[in-house]
């Protein structure tokens, strides 16, 4: 059980008008929670029983419902724990977390808080907290199965399993330094050498993934870009089905990059109107195309729109997909060329099949576990790095030093080392209650 002394509370459903709340504590003054604002004991322990809870400030009845009590470390932070179920009103909850703010040694938790001390206590390691926010901010169906995965332990198991073939691989050169007397079979060092290069192999594969779990969790991010009056932010309306970009006659009027997420195919993707690519004499339409062609430049995949009713020349700005808009005003059209209407939805449906195709060719989540944060990649490029130069020194003492930063960076990834300084940053997005 943990050696926090307080007890913490808060609202672990969303805040305002809803069937039912629930209102978490944990900590060591959960049960004595329980018999203050029910006036009787403690139920016993994961059953779900019918109390009236009253107000510990004036004693006036606040709501009758469910109460739960969860005894450490069989609870989810691993230390005793309750829920209250109640009625999901304004002045339920107000009144609730008003009491429960009364009561000596509790205080309302801080963002994460929850899922921190399941951490400490050991119920979960940090990857698993990780999904766990990845869950609670999943909006399609690839990134609720990617977080599910990591909360089953996808990462844990690889990285754990890494970590205990670098111990083991690292022991021999360990035992040459510290019993450089004994007889130290004449083989193992080759075998160690043999272990740590078939590792950073396997570490160095898995880097090599295009990034795409990051993509998958982040979302991938498409630009819309063209020339003027072509009709972009109309697609963006359209792709988006609400009126999220102004869309007028005079050109120049889309002047900063306007963002909208969506869901293609169970796929995550971020689409992005920008300003029409063009030689202006306006400072703010100029800055307005820098930014457009930043965007183009750093965008996973780009779509170009031009003015179907122009006839333009062949395309001159690189894009992965080509559209030519306003189909349902040109004269003529060229065969082999995408046509759309961004004002009729005629060739939409083709669009988004492409957008969805492409979306599947970078994003498909594949069998083997893959990375999902920038936190995770920069440790096992660390140890990669580590790995390597152990490899290339000679000297013991120094090959064992770096293999000793590679445990150092791997560990760091689920928490089996420098816990206290990663915490606050793994849970600083974390929601109240959680």
Same mark, same amino acid.
């Given at each position: 059980m943990s050696a926090t002394k307080d007890t913490i509370f808060a609202l672990a459903t969303a805040s305002g008008r809803a069937g039912v709340a629930v209102i978490r504590l944990s900590g060591p003054a959960s049960g004595l929670a329980i018999e203050t604002l029910t006036r009787g004991k403690v139920p016993e322990e994961r059953r779900a029983v019918y109390r009236q809870l009253f107000d510990i400030v004036n004693g006036n009845l606040i709501d009758g419902g469910l109460v739960l009590f969860f005894r450490h470390p069989h609870s989810y932070t691993g230390e005793d724990s309750a829920e209250f179920h109640v009625h999901g009103g304004r002045a339920v909850t107000a009144a609730l977390l008003r009491s429960l703010a009364s009561l000596n040694g509790l205080r309302l938790a801080e963002r994460g808080e929850f899922t921190r001390r399941a951490v400490e206590n050991g119920r979960l390691d940090l990857t698993q907290a990780e999904a766990i926010a990845d869950l609670v901010d999943a909006e399609t169906q690839v990134q609720h199965r990617l977080a599910l995965r990591q909360f089953g332990g996808h990462l844990t198991g690889i990285y754990e399993a890494w970590r205990a073939r670098l111990i083991h691989a690292a022991a021999w050169i360990e035992a040459g330094i510290d019993f450089a007397d004994e007889d130290i079979p004449p083989e193992a060092a080759e075998t160690s050498r043999a272990a740590l290069a078939g590792l950073l192999a396997e570490i160095q594969g898995h880097l090599n993934d295009g990034r795409?779990?990051? /993509?998958?969790?982040? *979302? /991938?991010? =498409?630009?819309?870009?063209?020339?003027?009056?072509?009709?972009?932010?109309?697609?963006?309306? $359209?792709?988006?089905? +609400?009126? =999220? $970009?102004?869309?007028?006659?005079?050109?120049?009027?889309? @002047?900063?990059?306007?963002? =909208?997420?969506?869901?293609?195919?169970?796929?995550?993707?971020?689409? $992005?109107?920008?300003? *029409?690519? +063009?030689? %202006?004499?306006? !400072?703010?339409? !100029?800055?307005?195309?820098?930014?457009?062609?930043? +965007?183009?430049? $750093?965008?996973? #995949?780009?779509?170009?729109? &031009?003015? *179907?009713?122009?006839?333009?020349?062949?395309?001159?700005?690189?894009?992965?997909?080509? =559209?030519?808009?306003?189909?349902?005003?040109?004269?003529? @059209?060229? !065969?082999?060329?995408?046509?759309? %209407?961004?004002?009729?939805?005629?060739?939409?449906?083709?669009?988004?099949?492409? #957008?969805?195709?492409? %979306?599947?060719?970078? &994003?498909? #989540?594949?069998?083997?576990?893959?990375?999902? +944060?920038?936190?995770? @990649?920069?440790?096992?490029?660390?140890?990669?790095?580590?790995?390597?130069?152990?490899?290339?020194?000679?000297?013991?003492?120094?090959a064992a030093e770096h293999l000793r930063l590679a445990l150092r960076s791997i560990g760091r990834i689920t928490g089996r080392v420098d816990l206290d300084e990663l915490l606050d940053v793994v849970f600083r997005d974390f929601c109240i209650g959680k």
């Open positions: 795409r779990g990051e /993509l998958l969790r982040e *979302g /991938l991010h =498409v630009a819309i870009i063209g020339p003027p009056n072509a009709g972009k932010s109309s697609l963006l309306n $359209a792709l988006a089905q +609400r009126d =999220v $970009a102004i869309v007028s006659e005079i050109p120049g009027t889309t @002047r900063d990059v306007i963002e =909208v997420r969506l869901d293609l195919g169970g796929y995550p993707v971020i689409l $992005a109107d920008t300003a *029409g690519l +063009r030689e %202006s004499e306006d !400072q703010i339409e !100029q800055e307005g195309v820098r930014r457009a062609r930043a +965007r183009a430049e $750093a965008a996973d #995949l780009r779509i170009l729109v &031009l003015d *179907g009713t122009v006839a333009p020349a062949d395309p001159c700005i690189p894009a992965e997909i080509v =559209v030519w808009n306003k189909a349902d005003l040109a004269a003529a @059209r060229i !065969q082999g060329r995408l046509w759309i %209407s961004a004002k009729t939805g005629e060739g939409l449906d083709v669009l988004i099949g492409q #957008l969805a195709a492409a %979306s599947a060719e970078r &994003l498909e #989540l594949p069998e083997a576990p893959v990375l999902t +944060r920038a936190r995770h @990649r920069a440790a096992l490029e660390e140890a990669a790095r580590s790995i390597s130069a152990s490899l290339d020194t000679p000297e013991p003492e120094l």
